[in-house]
């Protein structure tokens, strides 16, 4: 018994040791975030003890036609409609329990608040209008109004009336909203900037009457409705103006001082605010203000019935008014808002009040100028609770990279031996020791603290060997996910995620779960730049990764500032703290990275604010020391997307001067740039060539300065030709004239092939082409490969397939070493990622396959790019408006990680060509486990046997 007692601890380091060793597969990152974009209008519902689901929805409506609603408990969408792509707004009007939707398009739709299903969907316009607009009359009708024509919608019955208010071919109508009244609908329309009334008695539908008011000639944007009250700017915006149901009367406002005007209330009172003030009118009682504020930050409740107003005050002091008692406020109390790295400022404030025996609760939902939703509430005397937070600029991604997290300890300790290379013999021999006695010591600490979570999980007592067994593997998640330090893992699956949004803010985000690590906002000044194809970018750099411990890793982002100015920020990648910030005060043209590191290991950025050495700085600055490191020449193309003149120049970094090497001047006529791409900056190659029969090697002309162009006609909107140019040389290394490839243009640039997808107007299906070049025109079979020997590629590959979905991304994976197959990710309208590997789209393939080619691998061409189920990344998962999918390589050469951005977030990481450096899933490490206990066991009976029988034969 004591003996076995003697051999348990090392039996279980064993067991232990045999778990940690478990493959990661079961442990594998798929996490998705879903995001409704920058709110224009939050709707609260207002209080129904009847209805607990609809008081915890709040209704939102995006920048980016979006219909969504938010629970107010955790924050989380409950349901959301993506509407078609249009610069057009979505406007709504919402009842009790439906919300009804309107667009130009002349389609209204009605949906259920509390599943989001559509109950009702009418074609009522049959051409597209300007000016268009949606009203709730009463419970059971709804003005739908196309310009000058209204439709009465009755919800119930689902049919409608019509009505027009006559106009001038060249004038303008557009609607306003509805007064209130007992006996008619009453609804505003301004007409050649003078406001007119349609009239429809509420008992006789069939009849209708306009009522011009001729006094008030107004600036239609400005005007607010509450009740029986219509209040507006006059046209001149002098003066403001009213209309009381009987006669037009004029305020005693400066009406250039006015920047807004809403209704409190629905029975006549308005708040009207501007530069450095609030007013609050009662026109019910006078046209005297009955309160005012130094403050312009005053808002009206957003719910329907309205009722309560908040007035937002110095140090984020939350003032809240009842509309009846204007003069004595309900409470203030502070809002805290973590200023922490920038924060953007507010741009909005909704808020509702809920009574309930008397006591009173406030929700308020604050949004940034960065579209970050923080959610508060308060109940009594309680002070503001921070209760959850959105972070809806996630949804306007701009740029993303992975970085690996800091070394370890140990990692940290074994760079830490080789860091004296000037050092005496002595003074390394004892750096050396010292450093492996630190990391035997680090070593021993880590798996006796593993052992000692381990054994602290399982109780001895209670738990059966079946169950020890079968909980072995749950154990070793719990194990791995506690109390873990900041530093890389061994394969490098750990990373964050930066992304910078194009609303001015950077995140890291943690990729095994999608949390957001830390924030940094730029502030309300931010500008994004724009690239060669006028897309807004905002460029993200990384100048010193987290592969050293000698030297502070850093990003950096550029940036446009209002007034024409640059702004520089740079960060810590790991941390968020802001390292520095400046402002230049000249407007940047172009930014770009030298691609090799200083003697303090970081990539400086070149920033061009014009192509004279003086208009050109380093950052950081350069050393002249630094200088002499950047002996070989660094080219840059300059495009003209207009001229399409097309430049390569070298750069002397001494001088900072641009030397034009060649200039490309074509007749661009009708044509601009549809799309550019060029190969990925130390892009790692998979192999030099194809080994085909009789062990010939088919050479890849390998140019790692190809970039591709495709030129497109601006009145038919069709790709007409693609280029594939040297940039150092300037030589057209292919080209090719296109038929019906219409524009959007995908491509992707990669070792010696290019993939292009487009929808092909002549055969009506979506299309994928791929051209593959190669180094020699017949097959060679040499000791010495000298990719440099031609200038122009000696032979294509050229062939097209039909692809059986629409495309909105279209990238490559990346890995390690690029040994493994690449494929191309493909990302599609219905919200799916698929994996095409490039084996299927080869330029290569042919109906007849002979049998050196069957031998070879090669695929036997057929028109249709067939993948099966297994080949969609993102499984059940939906990502909706994917811009674009991101890659980058881990530890094992068989994983790529892939982060796909649009509307949603989706982040993983795939196996391009299997799992061939890991072991498979339904690998048996119980059975591995057993026997290594059973050997042990083995090994101390034989022992002890061995023993008995010595000690017996030296008796006889």
């Given at each position: 018994?004591?003996?076995?007692?003697?051999?348990?601890?090392?039996?279980?380091?064993?067991?232990?040791?045999?778990?940690?060793?478990?493959?990661?597969?079961?442990?594998?990152?798929?996490?998705?975030?879903?995001?409704?974009?920058?709110?224009?209008?939050?709707?609260?519902?207002?209080?129904?003890?009847?209805?607990?689901?609809?008081?915890?929805?709040?209704?939102?409506?995006?920048?980016?036609?979006?219909?969504?609603?938010?629970s107010m408990n955790y924050g989380t969408i409950n349901w959301r409609h993506l509407f078609e792509d249009s610069s057009n707004e979505l406007r709504i009007a919402s009842t009790?329990?439906?919300?009804?939707?309107?667009?130009?398009?002349?389609?209204?739709?009605?949906?259920?608040?509390?599943?989001?299903?559509?109950?009702?969907?009418?074609?009522?316009?049959?051409?597209?209008?300007?000016?268009?607009?949606?009203?709730?009359?009463?419970?059971?009708?709804?003005?739908?109004?196309?310009?000058?024509?209204?439709?009465?919608?009755?919800?119930?019955?689902?049919?409608?009336?019509?009505?027009?208010?006559?106009?001038?071919?060249?004038?303008?109508?557009?609607?306003?909203?509805?007064?209130?009244?007992?006996?008619?609908?009453?609804?505003?329309?301004?007409?050649?900037?003078?406001?007119?009334?349609?009239?429809?008695?509420?008992?006789?539908?069939?009849?209708?009457?306009?009522?011009?008011?001729?006094?008030?000639?107004?600036?239609?944007?400005?005007?607010?409705?509450?009740?029986?009250?219509?209040?507006?700017?006059?046209?001149?915006?002098?003066?403001?103006?009213?209309?009381?149901?009987?006669?037009?009367?004029?305020?005693?406002?400066?009406?250039?001082?006015?920047?807004?005007?809403?209704?409190?209330?629905?029975?006549?009172?308005?708040?009207?605010?501007?530069?450095?003030?609030?007013?609050?009118?009662?026109?019910?009682?006078?046209?005297?203000?009955?309160?005012?504020?130094?403050?312009?930050?005053?808002?009206?409740?957003?719910?329907?019935?309205?009722?309560?107003?908040?007035?937002?005050?110095?140090?984020?002091?939350?003032?809240?008014?009842?509309?009846?008692?204007?003069?004595?406020?309900?409470?203030?109390?502070?809002?805290?808002?973590?200023?922490?790295?920038?924060?953007?400022?507010?741009?909005?404030?909704?808020?509702?009040?809920?009574?309930?025996?008397?006591?009173?609760?406030?929700?308020?939902?604050?949004?940034?100028?960065?579209?970050?939703?923080?959610?508060?509430?308060?109940?009594?005397?309680?002070?503001?609770?921070?209760?959850?937070?959105?972070?809806?600029?996630?949804?306007?991604?701009?740029?993303?990279?992975?970085?690996?997290?800091?070394?370890?300890?140990?990692?940290?300790?074994?760079?830490?031996?080789?860091?004296?290379?000037?050092?005496?013999?002595?003074?390394?021999?004892?750096?050396?020791?010292?450093?492996?006695?630190?990391?035997?010591?680090?070593?021993?600490?880590?798996?006796?603290?593993?052992?000692?979570?381990?054994?602290?999980?399982?109780?001895?007592?209670?738990?059966?060997?079946?169950?020890?067994?079968?909980?072995?593997?749950?154990?070793?998640?719990?194990?791995?996910?506690?109390?873990?330090?900041?530093?890389?893992?061994?394969?490098?699956?750990?990373?964050?995620?930066?992304?910078?949004?194009?609303?001015?803010?950077?995140?890291?985000?943690?990729?095994?779960?999608?949390?957001?690590?830390?924030?940094?906002?730029?502030?309300?000044?931010?500008?994004?730049?724009?690239?060669?194809?006028?897309?807004?970018?905002?460029?993200?750099?990384?100048?010193?990764?987290?592969?050293?411990?000698?030297?502070?890793?850093?990003?950096?982002?550029?940036?446009?500032?209002?007034?024409?100015?640059?702004?520089?920020?740079?960060?810590?990648?790991?941390?968020?703290?802001?390292?520095?910030?400046?402002?230049?005060?000249?407007?940047?043209?172009?930014?770009?990275?030298?691609?090799?590191?200083?003697?303090?290991?970081?990539?400086?950025?070149?920033?061009?604010?014009?192509?004279?050495?003086?208009?050109?700085?380093?950052?950081?600055?350069?050393?002249?020391?630094?200088?002499?490191?950047?002996?070989?020449?660094?080219?840059?193309?300059?495009?003209?997307?207009?001229?399409?003149?097309?430049?390569?120049?070298?750069?002397?970094?001494?001088?900072?001067?641009?030397?034009?090497?060649?200039?490309?001047?074509?007749?661009?006529?009708?044509?601009?740039?549809?799309?550019?791409?060029?190969?990925?900056?130390?892009?790692?190659?998979?192999?030099?060539?194809?080994?085909?029969?009789?062990?010939?090697?088919?050479?890849?002309?390998?140019?790692?300065?190809?970039?591709?162009?495709?030129?497109?006609?601006?009145?038919?909107?069709?790709?007409?030709?693609?280029?594939?140019?040297?940039?150092?040389?300037?030589?057209?290394?292919?080209?090719?004239?296109?038929?019906?490839?219409?524009?959007?243009?995908?491509?992707?640039?990669?070792?010696?092939?290019?993939?292009?997808?487009?929808?092909?107007?002549?055969?009506?299906?979506?299309?994928?082409?791929?051209?593959?070049?190669?180094?020699?025109?017949?097959?060679?079979?040499?000791?010495?490969?000298?990719?440099?020997?031609?200038?122009?590629?000696?032979?294509?590959?050229?062939?097209?397939?039909?692809?059986?979905?629409?495309?909105?991304?279209?990238?490559?994976?990346?890995?390690?070493?690029?040994?493994?197959?690449?494929?191309?990710?493909?990302?599609?309208?219905?919200?799916?990622?698929?994996?095409?590997?490039?084996?299927?789209?080869?330029?290569?393939?042919?109906?007849?396959?002979?049998?050196?080619?069957?031998?070879?691998?090669?695929?036997?061409?057929?028109?249709?790019?067939?993948?099966?189920?297994?080949?969609?990344?993102?499984?059940?998962?939906?990502?909706?408006?994917?811009?674009?999918?991101?890659?980058?390589?881990?530890?094992?050469?068989?994983?790529?990680?892939?982060?796909?951005?649009?509307?949603?977030?989706?982040?993983?990481?795939?196996?391009?060509?299997?799992?061939?450096?890991?072991?498979?899933?339904?690998?048996?490490?119980?059975?591995?486990?057993?026997?290594?206990?059973?050997?042990?066991?083995?090994?101390?009976?034989?022992?002890?046997?061995?023993?008995?029988?010595?000690?017996?034969?030296?008796?006889?």
């Amino acid at each position: 018994m004591n003996s076995s007692n003697k051999y348990l601890p090392f039996i279980l380091l064993i067991t232990f040791i045999s778990i940690s060793s478990a493959s990661d597969a079961a442990l594998k990152t798929e996490w998705t975030q879903k995001y409704i974009g920058c709110p224009n209008g939050m709707l609260f519902e207002n209080f129904n003890r009847k209805n607990e689901n609809l008081n915890d929805l709040i209704l939102v409506t995006s920048d980016n036609n979006t219909l969504s609603t938010l629970s107010m408990n955790y924050g989380t969408i409950n349901w959301r409609h993506l509407f078609e792509d249009s610069s057009n707004e979505l406007r709504i009007a919402s009842t009790n329990k439906a919300v009804f939707t309107i667009f130009p398009d002349g389609i209204v739709r009605g949906f259920k608040k509390l599943t989001g299903e559509m109950f009702y969907e009418e074609l009522l316009a049959s051409n597209t209008v300007e000016n268009y607009n949606i009203f709730i009359v009463d419970n059971y009708n709804v003005a739908a109004i196309f310009d000058n024509i209204v439709y009465l919608i009755n919800t119930k019955e689902k049919s409608h009336n019509k009505y027009n208010i006559p106009k001038d071919v060249k004038t303008s109508v557009v609607s306003i909203g509805v007064l209130d009244s007992e006996s008619s609908y009453h609804i505003v329309f301004s007409s050649a900037d003078t406001i007119s009334l349609i009239n429809i008695k509420k008992d006789d539908l069939e009849t209708q009457t306009i009522t011009k008011l001729d006094k008030m000639v107004v600036n239609h944007r400005t005007c607010a409705v509450s009740g029986k009250y219509l209040l507006c700017q006059t046209k001149d915006n002098t003066q403001l103006v009213y209309y009381d149901g009987k006669d037009v009367k004029t305020l005693g406002v400066d009406g250039k001082l006015v920047n807004k005007i809403s209704g409190v209330t629905n029975n006549g009172i308005f708040l009207i605010s501007g530069e450095g003030f609030s007013k609050i009118y009662d026109l019910n009682i006078n046209d005297s203000p009955v309160i005012e504020k130094s403050s312009p930050n005053c808002y009206v409740m957003s719910t329907t019935d309205k009722g309560y107003l908040a007035c937002l005050e110095e140090n984020n002091k939350f003032v809240l008014y009842n509309a009846n008692k204007l003069t004595k406020p309900v409470f203030s109390k502070t809002l805290e808002v973590d200023m922490k790295n920038n924060y953007s400022g507010i741009k909005d404030i909704f808020f509702t009040v809920r009574e309930i025996d008397g006591d009173i609760s406030v929700f308020v939902a604050m949004v940034a100028n960065d579209c970050q939703i923080d959610f508060y509430e308060t109940a009594g005397e309680e002070s503001f609770t921070h209760e959850w937070t959105r972070y809806e600029d996630l949804s306007y991604i701009s740029q993303s990279d992975f970085i690996d997290l800091p070394l370890s300890e140990m990692d940290m300790l074994f760079e830490k031996e080789f860091s004296n290379p000037d050092g005496s013999i002595i003074s390394n021999f004892t750096l050396r020791i010292t450093s492996q006695i630190e990391q035997s010591q680090t070593l021993v600490r880590k798996y006796l603290r593993y052992v000692s979570k381990f054994l602290g999980k399982i109780n001895f007592k209670t738990l059966s060997t079946a169950g020890f067994m079968s909980g072995l593997k749950n154990k070793k998640q719990e194990l791995f996910d506690d109390d873990q330090p900041l530093e890389r893992d061994y394969f490098k699956f750990k990373k964050y995620i930066i992304a910078t949004t194009l609303k001015g803010s950077i995140y890291a985000i943690n990729n095994e779960n999608g949390n957001v690590v830390w924030k940094i906002s730029i502030g309300s000044n931010f500008v994004p730049l724009t690239d060669i194809l006028n897309n807004l970018i905002f460029p993200f750099f990384i100048q010193r990764t987290t592969d050293s411990s000698m030297f502070r890793n850093q990003g950096v982002v550029t940036y446009g500032v209002i007034g024409g100015k640059t702004g520089i920020l740079a960060f810590n990648m790991i941390t968020g703290e802001i390292l520095e910030q400046k402002i230049i005060s000249k407007k940047l043209i172009r930014v770009e990275q030298i691609p090799k590191q200083n003697s303090e290991r970081m990539k400086n950025l070149i920033l061009f604010f014009g192509e004279q050495p003086n208009d050109i700085e380093y950052y950081p600055p350069l050393k002249e020391s630094d200088i002499p490191l950047y002996d070989k020449p660094f080219y840059l193309l300059w495009i003209s997307r207009e001229t399409g003149q097309l430049r390569g120049t070298r750069f002397d970094f001494k001088k900072k001067y641009l030397q034009t090497v060649w200039v490309f001047n074509r007749n661009m006529g009708d044509e601009y740039i549809g799309n550019i791409v060029g190969k990925q900056v130390n892009e790692k190659t998979q192999s030099l060539g194809y080994v085909i029969g009789h062990n010939n090697v088919l050479y890849k002309y390998l140019n790692p300065h190809m970039i591709a162009i495709a030129f497109a006609s601006k009145k038919t909107q069709h790709v007409t030709e693609v280029i594939i140019l040297d940039t150092i040389t300037g030589k057209t290394l292919y080209s090719s004239k296109l038929k019906g490839a219409q524009m959007p243009f995908k491509m992707v640039l990669c070792d010696n092939w290019l993939a292009m997808s487009f929808y092909n107007s002549k055969t009506r299906r979506q299309q994928m082409s791929v051209v593959e070049l190669f180094d020699g025109h017949e097959f060679k079979d040499v000791s010495s490969i000298n990719l440099w020997s031609k200038s122009y590629p000696s032979n294509f590959s050229v062939q097209s397939y039909l692809f059986p979905q629409g495309v909105t991304a279209f990238s490559v994976t990346k890995t390690d070493i690029g040994l493994t197959t690449r494929s191309l990710l493909v990302g599609m309208p219905f919200g799916s990622i698929a994996q095409i590997s490039k084996r299927q789209l080869d330029g290569r393939r042919v109906f007849d396959v002979t049998q050196e080619q069957r031998e070879e691998g090669l695929v036997q061409y057929i028109p249709e790019l067939i993948f099966t189920p297994d080949q969609y990344v993102t499984g059940n998962n939906t990502v909706l408006q994917i811009r674009q999918i991101s890659s980058h390589s881990a530890g094992l050469e068989s994983v790529s990680h892939i982060f796909a951005f649009g509307k949603d977030l989706y982040c993983t990481y795939i196996y391009p060509s299997g799992k061939f450096d890991m072991l498979h899933d339904d690998f048996n490490y119980h059975l591995i486990i057993a026997i290594l206990v059973s050997l042990v066991l083995g090994s101390i009976l034989t022992r002890y046997k061995a023993n008995y029988h010595s000690l017996k034969q030296s008796w006889m």
